[in-house]
Structures are given as structure tokens and as C-alpha cells.
């Protein structure tokens, strides 16, 4: 089935050691997206790829990077977690405005 | 940018119970979409929605765009149905850039 995958399902890391999330799909969807969603809050948009063009949300701390190396892999890359950055964090793919669809995402615990 | 809200923020349904979920957005928006968000955290697409009605089994939501609100309709509801419903919406051009309401959180007991 064509989805959208997220590895791992849970990463612990320690405060201030770099660690890198990933994502992948098979939908061939030209849009990815990375959302951060803390405890009982909504998803919250940080940035998101349209083919090789990246956009970040203006209030998307420098603490977050993101890579999209080829159409099914996107990363990304939190180069020093603060307690703060522990959250579930959510990759989201479309076709322009079509065909939104989730993966199961990665809940971050920093340590 | 958009403003999305969704009441109630909580629910308590017995199981076979009829809801109403209701989101309000601040802006003429080209993309209203409504999720499910299970225990596990998965977010599951229900609807694409910028206007009209559509149904989905025991589903159904219909979106007023001139009166900016849309409304979530859950049917003989079952226990599988709990979680969070959230509404999220787009007032931009182009591909999809969505700002989440803050959500319903449902509960289903037997």
C-alpha cells in the first residue's frame, strides 16, 4: 500500500546531542511537510518542501533543518534538542492540494 | 494569518450516540480539511471539505464557506471513534498549508 512511513516510532536523545528524524513515502507526492505536535496541543506547522523548494514557517526556531534529498525522503534534523523540542513530531505529504496524508510519526524524548 | 476554532473541546458520547463537532475559521479559506487523530497518535484524513457536503459511512460534514464554519457529523457512534478530531484550513493559493484548530477531544465508552 502506497504510504508514508516515519522511523523511528520513538527516539530518545540526550539534551544538546544532534539527532535526525526521517521520513519517507510511496505516494509520490510532490509536497512534504514536517509538523511539531506537543502534549494536547495541535499539529503546528515548521516547514515543508514543494518539489526541491524549501519553506520555512517564520517562527520556526534556527535549531530546526530539514533535508529532502530525492521525491520519497525528507529529514529532519534538530541540531541541539532542548528539553522544550520534546514533542511528537508528524511528516505529511500532498499532491499540490490533494491527498493530505499523515504518518504515523516520531515522539521525540530528550533526556 | 487564519484563525480556526472548534468547540466543544471535550465529549463524552455513550456508544451508539449521535454528535456534532463544530469548526469556525476567521478567513475565506480554498482548503477545509478534518482529521482524526486515534490514541496512537496516527492522523487520519476524513474530508477535504472547502465547501458543501460530503459523507463517509457513518460520517458526514458540511462545510457554509460564505458563513465561514464547518460542521463534523459522527452517526451511532462506537467506541473505535475516540480521539481527537481536529479541522484545519488553508486560506492561501496553491498547495496546501494547513493551520490546525485546536481540536475535539471525543470519548466513546461502551
Known amino acids: 500500500d502506497a504510504m508514508v512511513i516515519q522511523n523511528p516510532r520513538y527516539q530518545v536523545t540526550q539534551f544538546g546531542k544532534p539527532v535526525t528524524l526521517s521520513c519517507s513515502q510511496t505516494l509520490n507526492h510532490n509536497v512534504m511537510y514536517w509538523y511539531q505536535q506537543k502534549s494536547s496541543q495541535a499539529p503546528k506547522l515548521l516547514f515543508h518542501y514543494y518539489d526541491k523548494d524549501f519553506n520555512n514557517e517564520a517562527d520556526t526556531p534556527d535549531n530546526f533543518q530539514s533535508r529532502r534529498p530525492n521525491t520519497s525522503f525528507c529529514f529532519l534534523d534538530i541540531r541541539s534538542p532542548g528539553l522544550g523540542d520534546a514533542a511528537m513530531y508528524l511528516c505529511a505529504t500532498s499532491r499540490d492540494v490533494f491527498g493530505y496524508t499523515f504518518g504515523s510519526g516520531t515522539r521525540l524524548t530528550v533526556v | 494569518g487564519i484563525q480556526v476554532e472548534q468547540s466543544p473541546p471535550d465529549l463524552i458520547l455513550q456508544e451508539g450516540a449521535n454528535s456534532t463537532l463544530r469548526c469556525n475559521f476567521s478567513?475565506?479559506?480554498?482548503?477545509l480539511q478534518w482529521f482524526h487523530q486515534n490514541p496512537w497518535g496516527q492522523l487520519i484524513n476524513l474530508f477535504y471539505?472547502?465547501?458543501g457536503t460530503k459523507q463517509n459511512g457513518r460520517l458526514s460534514a458540511t462545510t457554509v464557506a460564505t458563513e465561514r464554519y464547518s460542521l463534523l457529523y459522527i452517526s451511532s457512534s462506537q467506541t473505535t471513534d475516540s480521539g481527537v478530531y481536529f479541522c484545519?484550513?488553508?486560506?492561501?493559493?496553491?498547495?496546501?498549508?494547513?493551520?490546525f484548530g485546536t481540536g475535539t477531544r471525543l470519548l466513546v465508552s461502551p
Open positions: 471539505i472547502p465547501s
Open positions: 484545519a484550513a488553508d486560506a492561501g493559493t496553491g498547495f496546501q498549508k494547513l493551520v
Open positions: 478567513d475565506s479559506v480554498n482548503n
